[in-house]
Each structure stands twice: as structure tokens, then as C-alpha cells.
């Protein structure tokens, strides 16, 4: 079976479907769908994501989030500090958010949909995060 490719910025570039499910150990699940938009920004991309988050027995919410993506695939919070870097094969990176340490495992097998899984630990938080990216 043949290796694909490494991803690079562009491949990332318009529109994608988000399906996330929030499963944690001491809360009820969580789920998000909505749409990612990278965007030429700056050198790199702007990534805004928007849909409706619902949890158990609360109303759907609104919800977004905002990072910059970098040419080496850096990813950076909206005040600029550094976020994780995505490995361009797959696989596995980390950031740490004290006392909270934060795992992701990017998959890219199935391109052009993508999943990143994020396990969540530490006193704080405890979760598992799992989206699915579609291209629209």
C-alpha cells in the first residue's frame, strides 16, 4: 500500500464539514457540528471555526473558535502564542496547558477527510475529543 503524501498549508485551504463528539469521564457528552474555514492570512492561514454545540439537557449554543496555521503546519491561538504543530504525515502531537496535558492524534489516511483526536488529562480535565473533518 502506498504512503501518502505529507499534507502541506494549502491542502488545508476553504471549507470543511466538523462533526466533534466531547466524551469526559465526570460530564455528559458533548457534540459540535458546524464548518472550519482556512483562509490565506499573513504568511499562513486563519482557521475560524462556527456551528452549534449541544450538551445533555441544556439548549443548543452557539460556538467558535479562531487559530492561525502557520506554513510548517504551527498552530497558534488567537493572541499568538503557540498552540501544537501538526504532523504533515499523521500521528501525534502534544501541548501542555498547566496542570492539563493535551494530546492529539491527527489522521490523515482517509484525506480529504481528516480526524483529530484529542485526549484531555490532568486535574482539571479529563475528556476525549474526536472530529471528523469533510471538505465541503
Same mark, same amino acid.
Given at each position: !500500500?502506498? %504512503? #501518502? &503524501? ?8 476553504? /471549507?470543511? /464539514?466538523?462533526? @466533534? ?12 457540528? *458546524?464548518?472550519?474555514?482556512w483562509t490565506p492570512e499573513g504568511g499562513g492561514m486563519a482557521y475560524a471555526e462556527t456551528g452549534? !454545540? @449541544? ?5 443548543? !449554543? /452557539? ?7 502557520? &506554513? ?7 493572541? *499568538? ?8 504525515a499523521g500521528g501525534q502531537a502534544q501541548h501542555w496547558c498547566d496542570p492539563d496535558s493535551y ?8 484525506? #480529504? ?6 485526549? %484531555?488529562? *490532568? ?14
Open positions: !500500500m502506498p %504512503v #501518502p &503524501e505529507p499534507r502541506v498549508l494549502s491542502d488545508f485551504a476553504g /471549507q470543511w /464539514q466538523v462533526v @466533534r463528539k466531547i466524551t469526559a469521564k465526570a460530564a455528559p457528552e458533548a457534540t459540535f457540528e *458546524g464548518t472550519a474555514l452549534v !454545540m @449541544r450538551l445533555a439537557g441544556k439548549p443548543p !449554543m /452557539q460556538a467558535e473558535r479562531r487559530y492561525f496555521w502557520a &506554513e510548517d503546519l504551527s498552530v497558534y491561538f488567537q493572541d *499568538g502564542r503557540f498552540f501544537h504543530q501538526v504532523p504533515g494530546t492529539v492524534v491527527y489522521d490523515f489516511s482517509g484525506w #480529504p477527510q481528516f480526524r483529530a483526536t484529542w485526549q %484531555v488529562s *490532568g486535574p482539571r480535565k479529563d475528556y476525549v475529543s474526536d472530529t471528523l473533518y469533510t471538505r465541503c
